[in-house]
T-cell receptor
């Protein structure tokens, strides 16, 4: 069964360092997303990506964040200069068509980012 | 804005007990409602969904009914199993909008 794959499963980084979280969406999907969950809080939408550009982003997704689909298979989230408050579980998701009523998004298993 | 409020966890039940996890929502438009589940070490998986009022979503013995009058989508199962131990997330999307709005998740542990 096709699945969304995220690497690494856990990343520890020092404050101020750049990190890249990687995702391989399902191959025929066209819409890609990043979400995050700070421990004990809600899963929050960060950004959606379609046709090689950002289609929507939340207020969390500031200039420190960027996304890229460099090679047609990977979908990456970069944080340029990590802060302690970036520590969270980051989920990648993909969908094969736009979010019409009830369309399912498929999620990866998440990357736990710990900033120290 | 749109929001989802779900029952605080963790919830611990004995096998074969009845399960209810409450979920209520606030939405600016007409939402579709979802329950996602995350088993240990895995990603979020869609458990069930409902796209209009009074619809009942069901899967693996779980059910939830879209109640517009009470803005609720409570998850129920008549007899839980140890394998149901997971984190359950209630979520919504608004038609024409791409993003999911999630609740905080409820960790469910079933003991034999």
């Amino acid at each position: 069964e096709p699945e969304v794959t995220q690497t690494p499963s856990h990343q520890v980084t020092q404050m101020g360092q750049e990190v890249i979280l990687r995702c391989v969406p399902i191959s025929n999907h066209l819409y890609f997303y990043w979400y995050r969950q700070i421990l004990g809080q809600k899963v929050e939408f960060l950004v959606s990506f379609y046709n090689n550009e950002i289609s929507e982003k939340s207020e969390i997704f500031d200039d420190q964040f960027s996304v890229e689909r460099p090679d047609g298979s990977n979908f990456t989230l970069k944080i340029r200069s990590t802060k302690l408050e970036d520590s969270a579980m980051y989920f990648c998701a993909s969908r094969n068509r736009q979010g019409a009523s009830g369309t399912e998004a498929f999620f990866g298993q998440g990357t736990r980012l710990t900033v120290v | 804005g749109d929001s989802v409020t779900q029952m605080e966890g963790p919830v611990t039940l004995s096998e074969e007990a009845f399960l209810t996890i409450n979920c209520t929502y606030t939405a600016t438009g007409y939402p579709s409602l979802f329950w996602y589940v995350q088993y240990p070490g895995e990603g979020l998986q869609l458990l069930l969904k409902a796209t209009k009022a009074d619809d009942k979503g069901s899967n693996k013995g779980f059910e939830a009914t879209y109640r517009k009058e009470t803005t609720s989508f409570h998850l129920e199962k008549g007899s839980v199993q140890v394998s149901d131990s997971a984190v359950y997330f209630c979520a919504l999307t608004i038609f024409g909008n791409e993003k999911l709005t999630f609740g905080t998740g409820t960790r469910l542990t079933i003991i034999p």
